[in-house]
């Protein structure tokens, strides 16, 4: 059976926020706008500062302070990460591990960030990483009894992107390269979004394809099923990622961090 792509119509304070995605470098007067127009932004820079790994002295209150101690760049991905979680709710009826999933996410950002190259890629990676399985968000969030069935599908030995045409008649890749270019985001982001599943070289698809693989090897599964570590003379495995960042606990801190933000959000 196949389906059209609907591209998800998005409130003023979500399509802001996601402009951010072509702005890899905002300053601090044009993120507070953002921040200021959405109480869930709010909400969730508190949490990020609020938290045990931002290791406050005082509890904080304002998101105007909230966004010093956290930083422009992490600012700008927690607004990210809160704008594509309030794109797509409801995902409980997919039968998509929603925690796992945004943990997948994260951790596929926070990876490619260390693994691409000059100061915009990394920026471009994270978001890049971010937003790498939107279409799956999207499919699961406009009709999640049919996303069931694949997550049935897939349980059972057949690979998720199959059982995405078998019910949908496209994959989630589709729908996602769709919807990008829809929402008018970078070349780079829709080609890693277009390419996340093939072994391309080009310098983010590459990134953010390594770090998808890099995610199983922390226990980290994609939500659909379990974890799958990438085999040991796999150019992922071979790649000093996680050592670099201070080993799996440091990494698994940092995603936490993250994923902890956008609770609730």
Do not use: C
């Not at 304070?13 to 996601?18: D, F, G, K, S, T």
């Not at 729908?175 to 990008?180: H, L, P, Q, R, S």
Request: charge should be negative; charged fraction near 20%; hydrophobic fraction near 50%.
């Amino acid at each position: 059976m196949t389906s059209s792509i609907v591209i998800p119509p998005l409130p003023v304070a979500q399509v802001r926020a996601l402009a951010l995605v072509s702005n890899p470098d905002p300053t601090y007067d044009q993120l507070r706008k953002v921040v200021d127009a959405d109480p869930a932004l709010t909400a969730a820079l508190l949490r990020a500062a609020n938290s045990a790994i931002s290791a406050p002295v005082d509890r904080v209150r304002t998101a105007q302070v909230a966004m010093v101690r956290v930083g422009v760049t992490q600012t700008r991905r927690i607004v990210l990460g809160v704008a594509l979680s309030s794109s797509f709710q409801n995902l409980h009826q997919s039968k998509i591990d929603e925690h796992e999933i945004w943990r997948h996410l994260i951790a596929t950002g926070v990876l490619a960030d260390a693994t691409a190259w000059g100061e915009v890629q990394h920026t471009e990676a994270f978001t890049a990483g971010l937003l790498h399985d939107i279409g799956r968000l999207a499919m699961a969030a406009q009709d999640p009894l049919r996303y069931a069935r694949v997550a049935d599908l897939a349980r059972r030995g057949t690979p998720a992107s199959d059982a995405e045409r078998t019910v949908f008649g496209m994959n989630h890749v589709d729908w996602g390269e769709a919807i990008a270019r829809s929402w008018n985001f970078p070349a780079d982001i829709v080609q890693a979004i277009a390419e996340h599943h093939i072994a391309s070289q080009h310098g983010i698809s590459w990134a953010v394809t390594r770090a998808r693989e890099l995610a199983g090897a922390l226990g980290i599964g994609d939500g659909i099923v379990g974890p799958v570590a990438p085999p040991p003379d796999s150019e992922a495995a071979m790649l000093p990622v996680i050592e670099q960042l201070g080993g799996e606990a440091t990494v698994l801190a940092r995603v936490d961090w993250y994923s902890g933000a956008l609770t609730a959000a």
